[in-house]
């Protein structure tokens, strides 16, 4: 894949497709009665409201953003809006993981209604993954589903959790247990958004990038690695990016909302990161979700080599591009240590995608071929991650 072109607008979305604001792109997710619109670009925020506005005419909008990210970007949104003549009101949460709970959720609920959102009126989440879930699992249980908007501010957001509709909350049984499938009605992912985020977070986030080329974009990994460095600092680069991430997860909404199938694809790297979280006490000081990513999808490429789906020379590019770009790739890396292969495995276990004790992987026979393992052995497992372990 070559260095992508200056962005242009282009839009085959399903239903009335909008024009793109600003010179940005429009990714569409097609789902039966439900289909949206992504819109992609810099600066996009600022133009927000009449996209925004005309999802429900007359619509009162109810902010959701957290301390962090409303102090940064919703003047901005709020000035929009009023321009737009769209009533807004403002509701912050505590950022971090820690407002994924029943205690914010239920509060979040009680200043919806307090600000008299109706079902004809709109729910906007401005912020990162934690924003974006509980604000969708609000508006999927307000008044039995209100309409949302998702307004993405991470990498991980935009080229992730803010499409495909999947909202939620974590217990202490584990992160997303309490959710709904509910739709945003638009996504608006300002890429501009993005240069405030810390390097950390940035590259965070980029690990879901590379994900899509390691699904089945061979290409998309290749670009990736000649072009990542362009990707961080913003520019034609990170909007393509953005979007080839949103088009991939958008096809595989379309072919399966609800992960009956296929869009567990999307979960290549994740039965291993979460085991990490969890035993790192989702303790962002020492690993974040997109770390934990980093280090999952080089474990799933060498366990597919170990299990001799995958040739070494693919597991060892994967990690070399991880290593480049300044994100984990080994256990090692994960700072105080995340414990032994039974304990690992033991934390695999408790994933919601472990059925009746059996664990399904998503596994590789090359950079670009992931697929679908069901059954795989938890010996294979705890063997492979007692040999990683092993190298020190
Ligand atoms: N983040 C994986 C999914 O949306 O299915």
């Not at 940064?72 to 407002?99: D, F, M, Y």
């Not at 609800?258 to 994740?270: F, V």
């Amino acid at each position: 894949m070559s260095t992508p072109a200056a962005p242009t607008a282009s839009t085959s979305a399903p239903g009335a497709p909008s024009q793109a604001i600003g010179r940005g792109q429009i990714v569409p997710v097609s789902l039966e009665g439900r289909s949206y619109e992504i819109h992609i670009g810099r600066h996009l925020l600022c133009e927000a409201a009449g996209l925004i506005a005309a999802l429900s005419p007359g619509a009162k909008a109810a902010i959701v953003t957290d301390e962090t990210v409303g102090a940064l970007h919703a003047p901005a949104l709020e000035a929009s809006l009023q321009q737009a003549g769209l009533a807004s009101s403002r509701i912050t949460v505590p950022p971090g993981e820690s407002s994924k709970s029943y205690a914010r959720l239920t509060a979040l609920c009680d200043d919806l209604l307090a600000a008299r959102i109706e079902r004809n009126d709109l729910v906007i989440a401005l912020g990162g993954g934690v924003v974006g879930d509980l604000t969708g699992f609000a508006a999927a249980i307000l008044r039995r589903g209100v309409p949302f908007v998702q307004i993405p501010t991470s990498l991980l957001a935009q080229v992730d959790s803010s499409v495909g509709g999947k909202t939620g909350i974590n217990t202490s049984h584990g992160k997303n247990l309490v959710g709904a499938f509910h739709q945003p009605a638009l996504v608006i992912a300002d890429t501009a958004l993005l240069d405030t985020l810390s390097p950390r977070e940035f590259k965070a986030g980029y690990a879901e990038v590379v994900k899509y080329g390691l699904i089945g974009d061979p290409g998309f990994f290749d670009w990736c690695e000649a072009n990542w460095s362009r990707i961080i600092a913003g520019g034609p680069e990170r909007d393509h990016a953005v979007a080839v991430s949103c088009r991939a997860k958008a096809a595989v909404v379309a072919r399966d909302e609800r992960e009956e199938g296929d869009r567990a694809l999307l979960n290549l790297g994740h039965t291993f990161a979460h085991a990490l979280e969890r035993l790192t006490d989702y303790d962002s000081r020492r690993l974040v979700h997109g770390e934990a990513v980093a280090i999952g999808l080089a474990l799933a490429f060498r366990f597919s080599q170990s299990l001799g789906l995958c040739h070494g020379q693919d597991a060892l590019r994967v990690a070399r591009h991880l290593d480049a770009v300044g994100l984990p790739s080994r256990l090692q890396q994960v700072p105080g240590g995340v414990g032994s292969a039974d304990a690992i495995v033991a934390a695999m276990a408790q994933d919601k995608k472990v059925k009746r004790g059996v664990l399904t992987f998503i596994l590789a026979r090359g950079i670009g071929r992931s697929f679908i393992a069901p059954g795989v052995a938890a010996e294979d497992v705890r063997a492979f991650i007692a040999a990683e372990l092993a190298q020190g």
